[in-house]
Structure formats: structure tokens, C-alpha cells
């Protein structure tokens, strides 16, 4: 499975970024994909991730209300609307998806960056 993010950038705070996160390859068996960041000297953590098995979703505390994870599956293409972003939400944004064969495997887009502006 190869993950392509696009749609990162510098935007201001209060404003809105829709990042995109292209699946090709062998895509079947996929159990969830999600988003990570990682912001200078910080660990990497969760964003938002979304099941396939009913299309359940979880955010991080930090960006419930502003973020939505979504997924057209026709496109195998999933997405991250930012809304009312933050300074603290400046990071590489990395795309992930979990696929389930014999045992899960988690691959990872090359990661896009993400800079809000006070």
C-alpha cells in the first residue's frame, strides 16, 4: 500500500486546510486509516482515525469539533478538513492505514506540513 498526502500548507489561525491521503496499491483488507502529526520536538500523535468496518471515528481531544476525517472509498482517497486551526496545530501531518492480512500492518505516507500563522 503506497499513501500520497497532499493539500498541506501555511494557513492563518482561525482558518481552514483540507489535507487528501491517496491509497493505491493493494488496498483490500484495509481495517482504518487515520492521520498522525508530529510537531518539533514533540512525540508523534493521533489525530483522527476512521474504521471501515462502519465507519466509526476518533479525534484527539485537541481537535474534536474543529477536525473531520472522512473517506471516499471510489477515489480510495481520505481526507482532514481543518477548521478554526490553531498556532498548536503547526506539524507534519502523516497519513496512516492498518491493513489486516495475516497480522496488521500499519503503513505510513511520507507526511505533509502543516503551519498555522498567529
Known amino acids: 500500500v503506497q499513501l500520497v498526502e497532499s493539500g498541506g500548507g501555511l494557513v492563518q489561525a482561525g482558518g481552514s486546510l483540507r489535507l487528501s491521503c491517496a491509497a493505491s496499491?493493494?488496498?483490500?483488507?484495509?481495517?482504518?486509516m487515520g492521520w498522525y502529526r508530529q510537531a518539533p520536538g514533540k512525540q508523534r500523535e493521533l489525530v483522527a482515525i476512521?474504521?471501515?468496518?462502519?465507519?466509526?471515528?476518533n479525534y484527539a481531544d485537541s481537535v474534536k469539533g474543529r477536525f473531520t476525517i472522512s473517506r471516499d472509498n471510489a477515489k480510495n482517497t481520505m481526507y482532514l478538513q481543518m477548521n478554526s486551526v490553531k498556532p498548536e496545530d503547526t506539524a507534519v501531518y502523516y497519513c496512516?492505514?492498518?491493513?489486516?492480512?495475516?497480522?496488521?500492518?500499519?503503513?505510513w505516507g511520507q507526511g505533509t506540513q502543516v503551519t498555522v500563522s498567529s
Open positions: 496512516v492505514a492498518d491493513q489486516i492480512l495475516r497480522e496488521l500492518v500499519r503503513y
Open positions: 496499491g493493494r488496498t483490500f483488507s484495509i481495517n482504518a
Open positions: 476512521m474504521f471501515s468496518s462502519g465507519g466509526s471515528t
